[in-house]
Structure formats: structure tokens, C-alpha cells
């Protein structure tokens, strides 16, 4: 998922956290706003008037944007 921060701004800083019933993976796109939205294994990455289409795990479920950290939640 380094994608996100090398397809968006080329220094953000993603993580992976893994839980019992889910994973999260975590974008820090630093001060921007912008909006995502999961569509078919895609999330698609708003910011700036630019979009930018980004791969995501398998079993994702659900994506959103706050204060520039992009975070997908990941079933199983």
C-alpha cells in the first residue's frame, strides 16, 4: 500500500495495523483535504482537484479521509 503516499504527494507515511477482526491501512498525506471513496478494490484519492486511483487489499470495506490521513479498513 506505499502506493497511497508515492501516487499522492511522494512523503507521506503509510502503516498497516492488524487487529483480530480487521486491518486498517493508513496514509499520512499531511495538511491537505480531499475525500475517498471505495469503488471495486479501487479507492479513488481526491485531494487538490487531482484524483488518483490507488489498489487496495483484498476484503476492503470501507475508506475515508480526516485532516489528510487516508485510512482503508481491511476485513479478515
Not at 8 to 14: E, K, M, T
Not at 34 to 59: C, M
Amino acid at each position: 500500500m506505499t502506493e497511497i503516499s508515492q501516487s499522492i504527494r511522494g512523503d507521506g507515511l503509510v502503516r498497516r495495523y492488524d487487529y483480530e477482526a480487521e486491518s486498517l491501512v493508513v496514509a499520512d498525506l499531511g495538511p491537505v483535504q480531499g475525500s475517498v471513496d471505495l469503488v471495486d478494490g479501487t479507492a479513488i484519492v481526491v485531494v487538490d482537484g487531482d484524483h488518483h486511483e490507488l489498489d487496495v487489499p483484498e476484503g476492503a470495506s470501507r475508506a475515508f479521509m480526516t485532516n489528510g490521513i487516508v485510512t482503508v479498513e481491511v476485513e479478515g
